[in-house]
């Protein structure tokens, strides 16, 4: 069984108080706390391992560069590829979904062509398509979710034309939840030619990913929701795919030769990885998926679900609480909000003088949030370390909530 209490152990800020109140964290989806073990390894590089990477000779360029290549077969094999060519270190998310929009698309569509996404995404994968629309004058063809907060290969299928030739979706939506098959419409897709897109942010943290098995083109996942330090992130992409992509930023580590008149490209990864990199963050998110992979991923998969089923049940029980897609699929991530003069803020800013952490806004899906009328929601969401006991003083806060604008 799953200890979440020797678990919680891990995390030094989870002991902080908060207006003198336990802290109590549910912004998870935004952005998840730090083990020891990952504040370590970051601690570590830079007292004792630190250089630049790739390029030198000396003692620590090397050791840095052993472990920061380490975590690129790390991260192969957390994800189930198959070849380090295929692992891209970026950023993040959004770093990653711009260079596929670049790096690819920029170079195979032409005028008319198609891209689908669905309205549950969040803005990293709207806005770079927005960019490609203006440049190349691609049309973006538009997937509402079903009242569970769905997205179906059928309710895709329905939107494929002869000019489609991507599709972008979230694995897992950043507002409700919600689980899509992607498997099933990746299969589907590439009998049809259509290249694929996964954005994985939510998904990585609460499910066991293999890309080679749901055959997607281009996954991504941020590691800052994984446990690990923000400013890195990861883009695979399917080594049938890197010979059709160019290069978006320029600079040392992906070229081979500069002269004055001519530039030579490195190989893929490091022909997408211009300039020095985040070596201590990177050797970081390798802490973060070593901690993860240690974990007995059955039992945190069934202390997920019990999780959420309770939160799903004591959230129920304010039948004064407006709820946004609550489904017993859905996974860690609740949106709510007051009918009335309570916005969303005013929730947050009340939650908050209690110790209790969520985030409030339009989480960055202005389009969902239109699609569902609200201008924005408060979300709680879950990560491993939170507690029943957690669960309880957000139902006591909301109820607070509740007095104070009846």
């Avoid at 989870?14 to 935004?30: I, M, Q, R, T």
């Avoid at 929009?101 to 920029?106: E, I, P, Q, V």
């Avoid at 996954?219 to 399917?238: A, D, I, M, R, S």
């Avoid at 699929?329 to 909000?337: G, H, K």
């Amino acid at each position: 069984m799953f200890d979440v209490l020797e678990f919680r152990k891990e995390f030094p800020i989870l002991s902080k108080k908060v207006n003198n109140k336990p802290l109590v964290y549910l912004d998870n989806g935004a952005s998840s706390q730090k083990p020891i073990k990952v504040i370590e390894a970051v601690k570590k590089c830079y007292e004792s391992e630190y250089s630049n990477v790739h390029r030198g000779l000396h003692y620590l360029s090397n050791l840095a560069t052993e472990k920061y290549e380490a975590v690129r077969d790390k991260v192969v094999a957390f994800l189930g590829a198959s070849f380090q060519e295929e692992i891209i270190f970026t950023s993040g998310s959004t770093e990653a979904l711009n260079l596929v929009s670049y790096g690819w698309a920029n170079q195979n569509l032409v005028s008319g062509d198609e891209i689908i996404l669905s309205t549950l995404e969040h803005h990293a994968n709207i806005v770079p398509w927005h960019f490609l629309r203006s440049r190349r004058g691609i049309k973006l063809i538009w997937v509402d979710p079903d009242e569970n907060g769905q997205i179906s290969l059928d309710m895709i299928e329905k939107k494929i034309s002869s000019k489609t030739k991507m599709v972008c979706i979230t694995h897992m939506s950043n507002v409700f939840g919600s689980i899509l098959d992607v498997k099933k419409i990746c299969k589907a897709l590439k009998e049809k030619g259509i290249v694929t897109v996964l954005d994985g942010s939510q998904a990585i943290v609460h499910l066991e990913i293999n890309v080679e098995d749901i055959g997607c083109d281009f996954y991504t996942f941020t590691g800052h929701k994984l446990f690990g330090p923000t400013g890195t992130g990861v883009l695979y992409v399917n080594k049938k795919r890197i010979n059709e992509m160019v290069p978006f930023n320029g600079g040392g580590e992906m070229i081979r030769s500069v002269t004055k008149d001519d530039v030579i490209y490195n190989k893929s990864p490091f022909l997408f990885e211009a300039g020095t990199p985040g070596i201590a963050e990177i050797i970081g998110l390798g802490a973060a998926i070593d901690f993860v992979q240690n974990l007995d991923r059955k039992s945190v998969l069934e202390y997920e679900k019990s999780i959420s089923d309770y939160t799903r049940t004591e959230l129920e029980k304010l039948d004064w609480l407006v709820r946004h897609c609550f489904h017993k699929n859905n996974l860690a991530i609740f949106s709510f909000s007051m009918e009335g003069s309570a916005h969303a803020h005013d929730m947050a800013t009340i939650l908050d003088a209690n110790g209790v952490a969520v985030r409030s806004g339009h989480h960055c899906a202005q389009p969902l949030m239109d699609f569902i009328g609200v201008p924005a929601t408060c979300r709680a969401s879950l990560a491993l370390y939170n507690t029943e006991h957690e669960i309880n003083a957000l139902i006591g806060s909301l109820m607070k909530c509740k007095k104070l604008f009846d």
